[in-house]
């Protein structure tokens, strides 16, 4: 595992995300700066959001065309600028074609991103994986602290501080493209090194795309679940259970922070045991926890289960993605852009279908339903395949 690196490309994470992160912050400011309505603050997150995770598997399969080092750099410096641009213009259009070209960055940056570390990571892509996660982890998780601060020292303006730290960011990228080319390919070299001649290991790479469909519907499981869990678990301490809007939102941040250890945990054990038994375990994990906070209707039996539910939640992520990689080992790139890019989207489609369904039966039926799409997530991990070792 090239270290170095590794920890150049999570910060390269964190760069990009803290831009995702931050916007849902900057929203409010938008109403009270600039005039906007709710239906014009749902556009922009749908501008950030939707066309990114949809574009996001084409450039994983053009990352898988060639060496495209630089795309990282581009996403970086894209994402940062188009931020910066949004507090020193009025006009919604063009705020709306800046937040989607942050969102288009974003896409560039990450299955370019995730395919780099799957070849430098060495034999630990588990743990490799978990590293990079945990730079977007930290971005989404200071995004919002950090745009409060800046806008309420600076105004609108200190928006400008994003587009500063991505041209510093990316230009640190473009720098080391060529040694980040460099070690990835050596990495290569040394692993098929280590491989016995005629063995298995040695037999040449190929795509399961059987497995990797299965490993969609997980994934599309997986993604309903966690927006679900996101949107709902506060409104169900606060309406159900009586708990303040303070208490209810501290749910989300405990599972946010104890997330960041959940990663590195979860990228460990997928080493260890393996990426289908690492998923399997976090998704089967998932199930008791959300049994206890449906039916205790205890909002202290809430709390008791943020933690593990924040470990089956996150522990996984470094799972799920690399073994995507390895299902499509010779497609490294689009694996990486469906599984990093359509596992968010997916679940902000189906979601506010969910809100309809809250709206018609309450919420304590929302979170059984809940439940029971964490139940067939669970039970869908069981019919995915080990990765043939390529």
């Known amino acids: 595992m090239n270290k170095k690196y590794l920890y ?35 556009g922009l997150m749908f501008a950030s959001s939707f066309l990114s995770s949809v574009i996001q598997p084409l450039f994983g399969w053009l990352a898988d065309k060639g060496s495209r080092q630089w795309f990282m750099g581009l996403g970086v410096l894209m994402t940062g600028l188009s931020l910066a641009l949004t507090g020193f213009v009025t006009d919604y259009w063009s705020i709306f074609a800046a937040v989607t070209i942050m969102g288009i960055g974003s896409s560039i940056f990450h299955p370019e991103g995730a395919r780099n570390v799957n070849a430098i990571a060495g034999t630990r892509k588990g743990q ?18 950090l745009a409060v601060f800046l806008i309420t020292t600076f105004g609108m303006k200190g928006t400008a501080f994003y587009g500063f730290t991505a041209i510093i960011m990316s230009s640190l990228l473009f720098l080391a493209a060529p040694s980040i080319r460099r070690a990835a390919e050596a990495s290569r070299i040394a692993s098929q090194q280590d491989r016995p001649v005629g063995s298995a290991a040695a037999s ?48 989300l941040s405990i599972i946010s922070i104890v997330g960041v ?29 959300l049994a206890v906070v449906a039916f205790a209707h205890n909002i202290w039996a809430v709390f008791a289960m943020l933690i593990p539910m924040s470990f089956a939640m996150q522990g996984p992520y470094a799972a799920f993605v690399v073994l995507g990689q390895s299902y499509l080992a010779k497609s490294v790139g ?30 304590n039926a929302v979170m059984v339903l809940i439940l029971i799409i964490a139940a067939c997530c669970a039970a869908a991990t069981f019919l995915l395949p080990q990765p043939k070792r390529s």
């Open 8 to 42: 150049m490309l999570s910060t390269g994470h964190l760069s990009v995300d803290i831009n995702s992160g931050s916007l849902p912050a900057i929203l409010p400011f938008f109403v009270s700066e600039y005039g906007m309505d709710y239906t014009s603050i749902a």
């Open 128 to 145: 490799g994986m978990s590293i990079f996660s945990v730079g977007g982890n930290a971005g989404f998780g200071f995004g919002p602290l």
């Open 204 to 251: 040449p790479q190929q795509n399961d795309w059987a497995a990797f469909g299965r490993l969609f519907l997980v994934i599309v499981f997986r993604s309903t679940a966690f927006t679900a869990i996101s949107s709902f678990l506060p409104l169900f301490c606060i309406q159900s259970l009586g708990a303040t809007p303070a208490i209810g939102s501290a749910t």
């Open 261 to 289: 250890l959940a990663t590195l945990v979860g990228g460990w054990l997928a080493d260890r045991k393996g990426y289908v038994h690492t998923l399997r375990y976090g998704c089967c994990l998932l199930v008791p926890c």
């Open 334 to 363: 689009f694996a990486s852009g469906v599984t990093l890019g359509l596992s968010f989207s997916m679940g902000g489609i189906i979601v506010p279908s969910l809100g309809w369904y809250a709206d018609h039966f309450g919420i």
